[in-house]
């Protein structure tokens, strides 16, 4: 008897398995992608020759010439505005120098040679280590947003990659045999969910973009991060800085290519952080709808839901 | 017999249409990526001299797969009504110019990333999102490409890195500018960032 039952839970969990993570979407499109890519060629080799020479010449004049309804309001991209009140701007201008002169002058040699130094794999275990320890951060938020399968997410990862992530060095958990994966959340996310506005833009020295609102993760920071609790307060400090250097060297060139790329790379930047922090809050809206029990999901809500996922 | 024909009719329209609506924007972004990864894997290419010939290649790519007019103004909105024709030419192309230096670097480091592509969404008749993903060893990149049907053919207008729209973010720079300065001047900075690159 006890043989049968383990054989068909054993015959539950890949079937479940697969259901979750292959979706239905990804099959519908390759299956599309296979017959269209007969199709394409055909209609492109009738059409295109025949029409661009002549008339693509005047349509790229005529585009220029016109005078438009820029207003994209009615688009289907809603582009809402992602704007923050900044009224702190010079101080802001200035940390934002202080910041920029920290990563050139100090931070990035020092990183160049730690990744000289030390081997990629190394150095991703290192990042998996300290990320594994901002659980208590993610746990909290996920229980204050009443995300319980996402505080569940949380548990079981941190506890199976401390014990067969060696102490979280390693990342079983988000393999494809477990799948639980990282919860991308925090405190000010938290605050978000709830409707909590950004209010200002503020610029910290070393931290860098950040609102009163979303300031509360380096308050919450100090409280349930455990290297800050490390004794005498330089040794913590140290630990710090060593995480920092370390995430640094992964991504050496991001923040350069980013500055290179802008106008007025203040601004840029001011409104990447607005546009990340505005979308991130709005994902975990989504998982916090979509996750709910399929009682609350009666067919009134429903046709709401694709334009939210969208 | 009437009857007959027009059902096959239906069922021919059915078969022609269903495939086309379903999966071309998806297509054309993938074929794109994957000429520039040809290009970028090319060994005949790898010798840093050939470079130049590398980036002559991606430009050809790049102008097939993008409209950089709708982008323009996509990012200037209103304000494109404020610039003249000669000046609207002379901003498409030193906006282009901006961008291919700025990420041209970036995209000639790839080194044997895998590019996923795993969902589109069709937003309207004309408009789709392609979602794809840049996976590295230490981490997956987000990447969305917002695209747009003109004359028959699939251009990006968009790009989305890590949630953040590039025309987004371009545009509220050239709305801090423009709140203060004339086209004119936007246009002489253009020029100065296009030299000191």
């Given at each position: 008897?006890?043989?049968?039952?383990?054989?068909?839970?054993?015959?539950?969990?890949?079937?479940?398995?697969?259901?979750?993570?292959?979706?239905?979407?990804?099959?519908?499109?390759?299956?599309?992608?296979?017959?269209?890519?007969?199709?394409?060629?055909?209609?492109?080799?009738?059409?295109?020759?025949?029409?661009?020479?002549?008339?693509?010449?005047?349509?790229?004049?005529?585009?220029?010439?016109?005078?438009?309804?820029?207003?994209?309001?009615?688009?289907?991209?809603?582009?809402?505005?992602?704007?923050?009140?900044?009224?702190?701007?010079?101080?802001?201008r200035?940390?934002?120098?202080?910041?920029?002169?920290?990563?050139?002058?100090?931070?990035?040699?020092?990183?160049?040679?730690?990744?000289?130094?030390?081997?990629?794999?190394?150095?991703?275990?290192?990042?998996?280590?300290?990320?594994?320890?901002?659980?208590?951060?993610?746990?909290?938020?996920?229980?204050l947003?009443?995300?319980?399968?996402?505080?569940?997410?949380?548990?079981?990862?941190?506890?199976?990659?401390?014990?067969?992530?060696?102490?979280?060095?390693?990342?079983?958990?988000?393999?494809?045999?477990?799948?639980?994966?990282?919860?991308?959340?925090?405190?000010?996310?938290?605050?978000?969910?709830?409707?909590?506005?950004?209010?200002?833009?503020?610029?910290?020295?070393?931290?860098?973009?950040?609102s009163?609102?979303?300031?509360i993760?380096?308050?919450?920071?100090?409280?349930?991060?455990?290297?800050?609790?490390?004794?005498?307060?330089?040794?913590?400090?140290?630990v710090?800085?060593?995480?920092?250097?370390?995430?640094?060297?992964?991504?050496?060139?991001?923040?350069?290519?980013?500055?290179?790329?802008?106008?007025?790379?203040?601004?840029?930047?001011?409104?990447?952080?607005?546009?990340?922090?505005?979308?991130?809050?709005?994902?975990?809206?989504?998982?916090?709808?979509?996750?709910?029990?399929p009682?609350?999901?009666?067919?009134?809500?429903?046709?709401?839901?694709?334009?939210?996922?969208? | 017999?009437?009857?007959?024909?027009?059902?096959?009719?239906?069922?021919?329209?059915?078969?022609?249409?269903?495939?086309?609506?379903?999966?071309?924007?998806?297509?054309?972004?993938?074929?794109?990526?994957?000429?520039?990864?040809?290009?970028?894997?090319?060994?005949?290419?790898?010798?840093?001299a050939?470079?130049?010939?590398?980036?002559?290649?991606?430009?050809?790519?790049?102008?097939?797969?993008?409209?950089?007019?709708?982008?323009?103004?996509r990012?200037?909105?209103?304000?494109?009504?404020?610039?003249?024709?000669?000046?609207?030419?002379?901003?498409?192309?030193?906006?282009?110019?901006v961008?291919?230096?700025?990420?041209?670097?970036?995209?000639l480091?790839?080194?044997?990333?895998?590019?996923?592509?795993y969902?589109?969404?069709?937003?309207?008749?004309?408009?789709?999102?392609?979602?794809?993903?840049?996976?590295?060893?230490?981490?997956?990149?987000?990447?969305?490409?917002?695209?747009?049907?003109?004359?028959g053919?699939?251009?990006?207008?968009?790009?989305?890195?890590?949630?953040?729209?590039?025309?987004?973010?371009?545009?509220?720079?050239?709305?801090?500018?423009?709140?203060?300065?004339?086209?004119?001047?936007?246009?002489?900075?253009l020029?100065k960032k296009v030299?000191?690159?």
């Amino acid at each position: 008897m006890k043989y049968y039952l383990t054989l068909i839970v054993l015959f539950i969990f890949p079937t479940v398995g697969y259901a979750q993570s292959s979706g239905s979407s990804s099959i519908v499109l390759s299956q599309a992608l296979s017959s269209t890519q007969t199709v394409l060629p055909a209609s492109n080799a009738d059409e295109i020759p025949v029409k661009s020479p002549d008339k693509s010449v005047d349509a790229i004049d005529d585009e220029y010439k016109d005078d438009q309804n820029l207003d994209y309001a009615n688009d289907t991209f809603k582009e809402e505005k992602v704007e923050i009140a900044d009224p702190l701007e010079p101080f802001n201008r200035a940390m934002h120098q202080f910041n920029d002169k920290l990563y050139f002058w100090a931070l990035k040699p020092v990183a160049q040679g730690y990744k000289v130094v030390v081997p990629e794999p190394a150095r991703i275990g290192v990042k998996n280590f300290f990320s594994n320890l901002g659980f208590p951060a993610r746990f909290l938020s996920c229980l204050l947003q009443a995300d319980l399968s996402g505080a569940a997410t949380e548990a079981g990862r941190f506890t199976i990659n401390t014990i067969w992530g060696i102490g979280g060095l390693l990342d079983p958990s988000s393999g494809k045999e477990l799948d639980l994966q990282k919860q991308d959340t925090d405190l000010g996310q938290t605050l978000g969910v709830y409707g909590v506005g950004h209010g200002l833009y503020i610029v910290w020295p070393v931290f860098g973009p950040s609102s009163p609102r979303d300031s509360i993760i380096l308050v919450g920071n100090y409280f349930l991060y455990p290297p800050w609790y490390i004794q005498p307060w330089y040794a913590s400090l140290g630990v710090s800085v060593y995480e920092l250097v370390n995430n640094t060297s992964l991504r050496i060139g991001d923040y350069e290519a980013l500055k290179n790329a802008a106008i007025d790379p203040y601004v840029a930047f001011r409104d990447a952080y607005i546009q990340y922090r505005m979308k991130q809050v709005k994902a975990r809206k989504v998982k916090l709808i979509s996750s709910a029990p399929p009682a609350e999901q009666s067919p009134p809500i429903n046709p709401a839901l694709p334009e939210k996922v969208n | 017999m009437k009857k007959r024909i027009v059902v096959f009719c239906i069922l021919i329209i059915f078969v022609l249409s269903i495939p086309v609506y379903a999966g071309v924007p998806m297509t054309m972004a993938e074929a794109s990526v994957n000429r520039v990864l040809d290009v970028l894997r090319d060994s005949k290419l790898k010798s840093p001299a050939a470079k130049e010939a590398k980036k002559e290649k991606l430009r050809v790519i790049y102008k097939d797969m993008f409209d950089e007019i709708e982008f323009s103004k996509r990012t200037l909105t209103r304000n494109w009504n404020k610039f003249s024709p000669a000046e609207r030419v002379e901003f498409v192309k030193l906006f282009e110019q901006v961008l291919e230096k700025s990420y041209i670097d970036k995209i000639l480091d790839y080194s044997n990333e895998k590019v996923n592509f795993y969902k589109e969404s069709m937003l309207s008749d004309n408009q789709a999102e392609i979602q794809t993903k840049i996976v590295t060893a230490s981490k997956e990149i987000p990447i969305y490409y917002r695209m747009i049907l003109k004359d028959g053919k699939w251009k990006v207008y968009d790009v989305v890195v890590e949630n953040v729209s590039l025309v987004q973010n371009y545009r509220t720079q050239f709305n801090d500018i423009l709140a203060k300065d004339t086209p004119t001047q936007l246009l002489e900075i253009l020029r100065k960032k296009v030299k000191a690159q």
